[in-house]
């Protein structure tokens, strides 16, 4: 039985991109993980996973939580270290 660790090694993306993926579609880290899955095969995709990181980290801060906010920010800046054609 796979584990929801073993998926997200697969994925192809970290846990924190998980995690925002999950909360800016409102599903479970599971389903996330295999949407970052595929998201992560092609450029749009991972433009698209850039875009719900933002997403979600303005949406931290109109709600004034500053530290999940920076939390957003560090996964945003490890996705795009590690994935460097969301930047394009």
Do not use: W
């Not at 039985?1 to 998926?7: N, Y």
């Not at 924190?16 to 899955?37: C, D, K, R, S, W």
């Not at 949406?59 to 945003?76: F, I, M, N, P, S």
Request: net charge negative; hydrophobic share 45%; proline share 2%.
């Amino acid at each position: 039985m796979l584990t929801f660790e073993d998926c997200q090694a697969l994925c192809g993306a970290s846990r924190g991109v998980v995690a925002a993926i999950a909360e800016h579609e409102h599903i479970p880290e599971m389903a996330a993980a295999e949407l970052a899955n595929y998201l992560c095969e092609n450029e749009a995709g991972e433009r698209c996973i850039r875009r719900y990181i933002l997403d979600d980290i303005a949406a931290a801060k109109r709600r004034g939580d500053k530290r999940h906010a920076a939390v957003l920010e560090a996964v945003l800046h490890h996705f795009v270290a590690t994935h460097p054609r969301a930047e394009k």
